[in-house]
């Protein structure tokens, strides 16, 4: 029996179960687009690009070699996996560009591997914002950035060493 069969949905299935809706300028339907958005970075394994701290394949497979370097193949494969998780986060914020690009985000301009994470915190930074105009009472509990920290283990990286690849190398 084929491995491949027990751990792959090859239809993809469940992405078209849970489709990311368009986030809705006033956020309004913030937390539906949250869950869907979760749930596509999690089955393509690309949750961690998120909050800035995937591995690359390279890292993963470097266990005590301090001294080898990524090859090219590392490189395009983690530049594409980066890419395609800011893809499936950009695809569905048309609404709020302009007032993210207002807030002071640079629309990933000058960027190399387009940080998913850094557009993540300035969707938050907006919510923070709209929640703070519209009503402040009602959130005060949420006021933090929803990026999971110390408090919550089982959504971080568990690796204990970081050596990211450097995509600015000649490929």
Do not use: C
Not at 37 to 62: A, D, I, V
Not at 117 to 135: P, T, Y
């Amino acid at each position: 029996m084929n491995m491949d069969n027990d751990i792959h949905d090859p239809g993809d299935d469940a992405i078209t179960r849970i489709p990311i809706p368009h986030l809705h300028e006033d956020l309004s339907n913030y937390d539906a687009w949250q869950h869907a958005l979760y749930f596509h970075l999690r089955y393509h394994g690309l949750f961690y690009f998120l909050l800035g701290h995937e591995q690359s394949r390279w890292e993963l497979r470097m266990n005590d070699d301090d001294n080898a370097a990524p090859t090219n193949h590392d490189r395009v494969n983690y530049r594409r996996r980066s890419m395609h998780a800011y893809s499936i986060l950009f695809s569905r914020i048309g609404h709020i560009i302009p007032r993210l690009l207002a807030a002071g985000w640079d629309g990933d301009r000058d960027s190399v591997a387009f940080r998913t994470d850094l557009l993540w915190i300035k969707i938050q930074e907006l919510r923070r914002e709209i929640r703070h105009g519209h009503d402040n009472d009602m959130h005060m509990e949420q006021d933090q950035l929803e990026v999971p920290g110390p408090e919550a283990p089982h959504l971080r990286n568990q690796s204990h060493r970081s050596r990211a690849i450097d995509l600015t190398d000649a490929e």
